[in-house]
């Protein structure tokens, strides 16, 4: 299994931005699928953005749909969210995740990162 560090996350306000990056080792990115994954306090793990292999599919979550963007380089090994337009409901810890074997929200994804705290203050 391929190891996921993410980065980037830290406290802002709303309307702010912040990019997120998850740098993976152990492994080649292009034979991954990868997702971003956010939980809040209190609240289950739900799903936020994908990115197929070649990064020539996107999935967004509804609630972050037109304000976040996924993107991925594969030459540098290194997957991106780019949040913008944040507001305090998108407060939460931010997971990347790997999947081998299928695209999307609803994708099996067999590695994870220890996660990045982002705080977006009113």
């Known amino acids: 299994q391929v190891q996921l560090v993410e980065s980037g996350g830290g406290l802002v306000q709303a309307g702010g931005s912040l990019r997120l990056s998850c740098a993976v080792s152990?492994?080649?990115?292009?034979?991954?699928?990868m997702g971003w994954f956010r939980q809040a306090p209190g609240k289950e793990r739900e799903f936020v953005a994908a990115?197929?292999?070649?990064?020539?599919?996107?999935d967004y979550a509804d609630s972050v749909k037109g304000r976040f963007t996924i993107s991925r380089d594969n030459a540098k090994n290194t997957v991106y969210l780019q949040m913008n337009s944040l507001k305090p409901e998108d407060t939460a810890v931010y997971y990347c995740?790997?999947?081998?074997?299928?695209?999307?929200?609803?994708?099996?994804?067999?590695?994870w990162g220890q996660g990045t705290q982002v705080t977006v203050s009113s």
């Open positions: 990115v197929s292999w070649s990064g020539g599919a996107t």
């Open positions: 152990g492994g080649t990115l292009a034979r991954y699928a």
């Open positions: 995740a790997a999947s081998l074997a299928s695209y999307g929200r609803g994708a099996h994804y067999s590695s």
